[in-house]
């Protein structure tokens, strides 16, 4: 029986794109409303902005505007070019390297920017909204999104990270 192909698949020198019309649609949408984020906030004035983009110098705030001043528009202006790779490519059926990492990085990017709005933590047991909570489609896109990265980084090449095993308490033959 032939391995099942995940939506992104090593082919030569790129990677073959297999995704849904919706699932691209989405990821356009997406990139429009993070767009505009980009384009009209500051870390000062949305949480999602300062996970984007948090401060370098935490406890020195002269370090971190000396820092942020060296940089300029630079960060914010890489994000938009992914941005716009992704959008541009979003109907492809094959991307390059290049583009992948593009769409990796907004990938994490839009996680981030929901993981934020939904509150989510890092607590293995919280399965996020009721199920009848108006939130709970947000949290799905951002379930669908943390899947698509895995996808990415797998055939990027990332290594896969084992889960360690927990010793329980009685297994030391003690």
Known sequence: MPEERGPFSKEGAGYAVDLGEGARDLLVELCRQSRLLLEHEDPSSDPAMDRLFP???????????????????????????????????????????EELLAWIGVVNDLRLILGTRLEVTDDPDDEGPALDDPSREAYEVYLFLGML???????AGAPEIEEPEIEEPGDRGT
């Open 149 to 155: 990265l895995q996808e990415m980084l797998g055939e």
């Open 55 to 97: 401060p370098a110098y935490p406890d020195d705030p002269l370090a971190d505007l000396e820092f942020g001043s060296a940089l300029g528009d630079t960060p914010k202006n890489d994000k938009l070019a992914a941005i716009e790779t992704v959008e541009r490519t979003a109907n492809a059926e094959h991307l390059t390297e």
